[in-house]
């Protein structure tokens, strides 16, 4: 069977998953990759194979590496196709697996290649990768500027590199194409509106996706019958509201940058906010200085290009701890002797602060499903691996019904097997509390391989 590549380009990150398509069954994940710290070189490198027949005879390690020749993310490409390569042919040189039992890993086999595009703007559906798509998406970079970029990159390189493979793009915001018009508008002139696509658009669709199904799955819904507020938590962090196994809310809007504060974005702030923040004004307002000035010796003029590069470079937790660790935020929000002073504050600050505006959408998300919610989900990074965090939300929301938290079933997520782990101490409680290990390469392929079109 063909093969599938599913790529999902990050800000300064690239992460590959390699699968074979199932006749009757899902995708098969036969191997990973992952690259950090693209543009802070030195690159970190980490290729693992997870089912392939006959790899334990092949240098496969998962062991990670320093590499010094990855200096973007068309070169983090170009190097996993070339350890692909030297792969397959390690495998095909393998003699305990029996011929009818090898899997031919060659580039040659890879039908499609998946990308990960965080904004589609007006294209609610995967589309395959022409000149005329290709230019679209590059026309909306401005509205998703960490990823929209990375990822037209990594498809230029996919394109030369695996020139017969066919690109595709799936989009973060399909899985938002059924917000009701007055959620998805905003309060500004509508033909104006209509004629820019200044309209909620919302992110993190493909997880979305993931979280719809497999908690459906886990529960014993149909996903048309689902209701969940689901909290997609990482570097990016977002909140949606889904009712019947669609999008009916969520907290990002035009771009990423509104609703939740997260590792360098400022999530939603007062739009003046911006010009008061870069004004050459004395910042000193307690003793007498201006908040701001519209006098021409200190009024500063902020371009559009410096406004967006602040919001979504030089907010958020880094901002508020000086980090965008947010393991080390917690650590030092909450110190676990009595020895260790608490760096009170910066660190509880943040933390603070980001579960306050994850309790706003979930209150709000609440009243729109009517109090219908089969499940409150944590998915992304910091939602599937911050117990804390975890512990905190859980702890606030038992007052709307939900389950109470178990501690010992938090802190046992990452022991705990299964896409999807149950935190709470439900009894009679219909309203659960989930963890949901999300996988956006994994529902790209899942998608691609059901789409007959395609192959």
Same mark, same amino acid.
Request: hydrophobic letters at 40%.
């Given at each position: ?43 970190? !490198? ?21 590499? =010094?020749?990855?200096?973007?993310? @068309?070169?983090?490409? @170009?190097?996993? =196709? ?7 042919? +390690? ?110 658009? &919302? ?45 009916? +809310? ?16 400022? &999530? ?65 929000? !909450? ?7 608490? +760096? ?26 009517? &109090? ?24 606030? =929301? ?58």
């Amino acid at each position: 069977m063909p093969l599938i590549l599913a790529v999902n380009a990050g800000s300064s990150s690239l992460k590959i998953s390699l699968f074979q398509r199932q006749a009757n069954d899902p995708p098969r994940l036969l191997l990973t990759s992952s690259t950090s710290s693209i543009s802070s070189p030195p690159a970190k !490198f980490k290729f693992k194979v997870i089912d392939v027949p006959g790899s334990e005879s092949t240098s496969s390690g998962d062991k990670e590496s320093v590499e =010094v020749d990855i200096q973007d993310h @068309e070169s983090a490409f @170009e190097h996993f =196709v070339q350890r692909l390569a030297r792969y397959a042919e +390690d495998l095909k040189q393998a003699t305990q697996v029996p011929e009818e039992g090898r899997l031919n890993l060659e580039l040659s086999q890879i039908r499609n290649v998946c990308h990960r595009v965080v904004h589609g703007g007006n294209y609610l559906e995967p589309v395959a990768i022409t000149e005329q798509t290709y230019h679209h998406i590059e026309r909306l970079s401005d509205l998703a500027p960490l990823h929209n970029g990375a990822a037209l990159r990594v498809i230029h390189a996919a394109m030369a590199v695996l020139p017969n493979s066919r690109s595709i793009a799936f989009f973060d915001t399909a899985f938002h194409k059924h917000l009701p018009a007055h959620v998805a508008a905003y309060a500004i002139d509508q033909n104006v509106a209509k004629k820019r696509g200044l309209r909620k658009y &919302g992110f993190h669709g493909l997880s979305y996706a993931f979280i719809t199904r497999s908690v459906a799955q886990y529960l014993g819904e149909d996903p048309s019958q689902l209701n969940i507020i689901a909290l997609h938590i990482g570097s990016g962090a977002s909140a949606c509201a889904i009712r019947g196994g669609k999008s009916i +809310d969520t907290s990002m809007g035009l771009t990423p940058l509104s609703g939740l504060p997260g590792a360098t974005r400022a &999530g939603d702030i007062d739009p003046s906010l911006i010009f008061h923040y870069t004004s050459q004004a004395s910042l000193d307002v307690e003793n007498g200085g201006r908040i701001l000035s519209h006098k021409g010796d200190v009024a500063r003029e902020v371009h559009i290009s410096d406004a967006e590069r602040i919001l979504n470079t030089e907010m958020g937790w880094k901002a508020l701890a000086g980090t965008t660790d947010f393991g080390e935020i917690v650590r030092k929000a !909450f110190p676990r002797s009595v020895s260790e002073k608490p +760096d009170d504050n910066e660190f509880a600050l943040a933390f603070n602060l980001l579960l306050d505006r994850i309790l706003h959408f979930v209150g709000a998300y609440y009243l729109v499903l009517q &109090g219908h919610v089969h499940a409150l989900v944590f998915a992304g990074g910091v939602g599937e691996h911050s117990i804390e965090l975890r512990s905190k939300v859980g702890e606030a =929301v038992s007052c709307l019904g939900f389950a109470a938290v178990d501690e010992r079933e938090n802190a046992g997520v990452q022991e705990k097997k299964g896409v999807v782990v149950d935190i709470g101490n439900t009894g009679q409680c219909r309203k659960r509390v989930l963890v949901c290990r999300t996988d956006e390469q994994g529902e790209m392929a899942r998608e691609c391989s059901t789409i007959d079109d395609f192959w």
